[in-house]
């Protein structure tokens, strides 16, 4: 089997039957749906015994996204592991897509896709989207990257004994307060080689929601923190001589939620996170300016 398509899900029926829908509706059949119910107190039990045997169902107690996700892997027969949010939507060709860059890239262990952002329906126009040709690079690695690329669990497509080797998603305590678990994931994951990226066409349908509120804005500073005390702890990939390009992975989105918080009024919070992620923002900066004059791989072309 080419590909397990794993989906956490938790107290978001109506979401996830969408995302369910979108997965069945796919035009590569080589693959298996793997819905983790993380503890859900709504009627998500119910309505996933209703797929019947069209999806595997993994019914659990609440312990968060990550290890929902690392339990979906733990029995997933793909070859290929697709970690797809159950708020997320795939495009008909999603699959197909994927598959058809991985036979020409000679079986990569890494694939990324991109997203289109939506907040509530996506165009027809798009959906029925005949794909002619697919763009792409292949990096090194994902530390490599010379464009800015954005970052979800849903782009990533790995091979299952990749995804044991880099230590699967790594969960934090107290649960639920972590937002970043992807980009903990890829900068564990930013030296597989080769890494490829598919920029056209997108790969997945984003969902956006209210992103300002207090509370949000501050568990993602409290998550950034994280992931600044892990790279300080040596818990990332690379060693020194990456650590420049892992500090500017960080820094990239510190700059946009700190800006983002103050913004919305949290003026303590945004300045003690300042303090530790300044040299991680001024990396970014300039990361972000050299992609303005260096030239870059070329995208090819299928």
Do not use: C
Not at 88 to 105: C, G, H, K, R, S
Not at 157 to 179: A, D, L
């Amino acid at each position: 089997m080419r590909f397990s398509v794993i989906v956490p899900t938790f107290n978001r029926v109506n979401l996830t039957v969408q995302t369910i829908d979108s997965v069945l509706n796919q035009t590569f059949k080589d693959y298996e749906l793997i819905v983790v119910n993380d503890g859900s107190t709504d009627n998500t039990a119910e309505v996933l015994e209703s797929y019947g045997n069209r999806i595997i169902t993994i019914n659990k107690e609440n312990s968060g996204a990550e290890k929902s996700r690392n339990n979906g892997a733990e029995i997933a027969k793909g070859e290929y592991l697709y970690f797809l949010d159950s708020d997320d939507l795939m495009f008909p060709w999603t699959l197909e897509v994927y598959n058809n860059v991985i036979e020409n890239q000679n079986f990569p262990p890494l694939v990324l896709g991109q997203p289109w952002h939506f907040s509530e329906i996506i165009p027809d126009d798009l959906i029925k989207k005949k794909i002619n040709s697919i763009k792409f690079v292949s990096y090194k690695d994902y530390f490599s990257k010379d464009r800015t690329v954005y970052s979800s669990s849903s782009m990533i497509v790995i091979k299952k004994e990749y995804f044991n080797k880099v230590g699967k998603f790594r969960p934090y305590e107290p649960k639920g307060i972590f937002f970043l678990d992807d980009l903990d994931f890829m900068l564990r994951a930013g030296t597989i080689s080769p890494a490829i990226i598919i920029f056209e066409p997108y790969q997945f349908a984003y969902r956006t929601h209210a992103e300002n509120s207090v509370k949000n804005l501050k568990r993602v500073l409290i998550s950034l923190h994280h992931l600044i005390d892990s790279e300080y702890k040596g818990m990332f990939a690379g060693g020194d001589k990456r650590k420049f390009e892992r500090h500017a992975i960080i820094g990239g989105p510190s700059y946009y939620w700190l800006f983002k918080a103050i913004a919305n009024g949290i003026i303590y919070d945004s300045l003690k996170f300042f303090f530790s992620a300044y040299p991680f923002i001024i990396k970014g900066l300039i990361k972000k300016i050299s992609y303005l004059f260096k030239e870059k791989l070329p995208l090819k072309e299928i």
